[in-house]
């Protein structure tokens, strides 16, 4: 089984603040992994993901993730936000294997003026 | 480029009624899924196709719900007597499956909101 852990629920921040929205996850067997972004009354895209080769990925908005496996972590980091940046953020793992994603509850990122 | 799409995109039925529920993923994908997602919550797996056979069914999927691809096209997610605890928003999401160079990224519609009264 696995499962996926988003450790902040909400994360308020000044616009060109940086931020840190923080997944842990646990699985048995290999994963990808994923982020993906929810704007207001619009369906989950795909933010970035995690598949294999370097830990580093990054989006074309400036966001990245490292996949660290020792510390089972996807973190989602971005040096400087912007208003525009305000959305839910959920983190994905899937096992190599098979179908089915399994997400944590998503992180709410409201940037502020 | 014309994406997953759902349909309908709300639907407001009162308790003990049927509802049905479509998805048309994009074109070249061979691999369909529905998830639920209610609010608060990230989306929680209820069942995926690969073409028209379904391979796995959460058990989060109850005997009133059924769900079919008959082609390996699009996909229908059906309801019988609904209950208030239905309510939730119906996400479809496709992929290319395992042989695909994406990786079997899933890429998901807009959802449908569905209240039960």
């Known amino acids: 089984a696995q499962s996926v852990t988003q450790l902040d629920s909400q994360v308020p921040v000044f616009e060109e603040a940086p931020v840190e929205l923080r997944c842990n996850y646990s699985?048995?067997?290999?994963?990808?992994l994923f982020w993906y972004v929810q704007y207001p009354n619009q369906g989950l895209q795909l933010l970035l993901k995690y598949l294999s080769g370097s830990t580093l990925v990054k989006s074309i908005n400036g966001f990245e993730a490292e996949f660290n496996k020792s510390q089972t972590s996807f973190h989602l980091r971005k040096p400087s936000v912007h208003i525009s940046d305000t959305a839910e953020y959920f983190c994905?793992?899937?096992?190599?294997?098979?179908?089915?994603?399994?997400f944590g509850d998503g992180t709410t990122l409201t940037v502020k003026p | 480029d014309t994406g997953v799409s759902q349909d309908p995109r709300h639907k407001i039925t009162k308790r003990g009624q049927n509802v049905t529920f479509r998805c048309d993923p994009i074109?070249?994908?061979?691999?369909l899924y529905w998830y639920r997602q209610t609010l608060g919550q990230g989306p929680e797996f209820l069942t995926y196709?690969?073409?028209?056979?379904?391979?796995?069914k959460s058990r989060l999927l109850s005997d009133r719900f059924s769900a079919e691809r008959p082609k390996g096209s699009f996909s229908t997610l059906e309801i019988q007597r609904t209950e208030q605890g239905d309510s939730a928003m119906y996400l479809c999401?496709?992929?290319?499956?395992?042989?695909?160079?994406?990786?079997?990224?899933?890429?998901f519609g807009p959802g449908t909101r569905l209240t039960v009264l």
């Open positions: 994905a793992v899937k096992n190599t294997n098979a179908g089915k994603s399994t």
């Open positions: 999401a496709s992929s290319e499956g395992p042989s695909g160079r994406a990786t079997d990224t899933q890429y």
């Open positions: 699985s048995s067997v290999s994963v990808y």
């Open positions: 196709f690969q073409n028209e056979a379904q391979l796995e």
């Open positions: 074109s070249e994908h061979n691999r």
